[in-house]
């Protein structure tokens, strides 16, 4: 498959990885540029409060501007953090001290390196969270006029509740500690028709990873 969808329900995006009965090859992929910078137009029910991305799927590096409180600066690198890897996606982690929001982004590249993808959400402080998605096809691409594919991947969701696994100030009042995004994972399938411009399909085997054997109904 040639392109990252986004799931703007769950604040959640999903690789594609394989495809299935494709009547079309959707295009040949341009040559990949490191880092991407995610065009703008992305619809603003998925970007949330994401302003842009400098995803390096190489070096496994993100720079994230996002409203609001993630950092110094308006840019801010965020930390690899393969603590929280989950299959097929890179998890990256910010907070500026243990007061602070604590913000957890995953990345991912599609296998031929035409599309990419970023997810970034705070867990949560004060009745309040921040998060949002941001897209990306690398290179050229030309949509078919016509035609049903089927598409098949992993999925990646983040919850704007979570866990408070920091460490608090001696003295202060634990309701201050953030939380940490709950990650989701699942499969995903997709139905597209090219002439109708339509799109279903399903994400079924989702998991809260951060509560043992918790599992969630299908979307």
Known sequence: MKKLLSVTATLAFLV??????STDDGGTPGTPTTPVTPASGVDPAVAGNLRSVTFDPVAETLQVTIYALDGDTVSTTYTRDPTYNVPGYMAFSQQ??????FFTGFGAAS?????????VVGGGQFNRFYGG?????VGEYTAPASGLASYAGTYIGLLNIGTR???????????????RAGRVTGDIFLNVDFSDLAVNGAITNRVDVDVVGVTLDTV
């Open 96 to 101: 500026d001290d243990s007061l602070d929001r």
């Open 16 to 21: 594609a990885c394989s495809s299935v009965d």
């Open 133 to 137: 998605a941001v897209y990306e096809q």
């Open 111 to 119: 296998n031929d390196g035409s599309s990419q993808a970023v997810l």
């Open 165 to 179: 696994d920091g460490t608090l100030p001696s003295g202060e009042d634990p309701d201050l500690l953030p939380a």
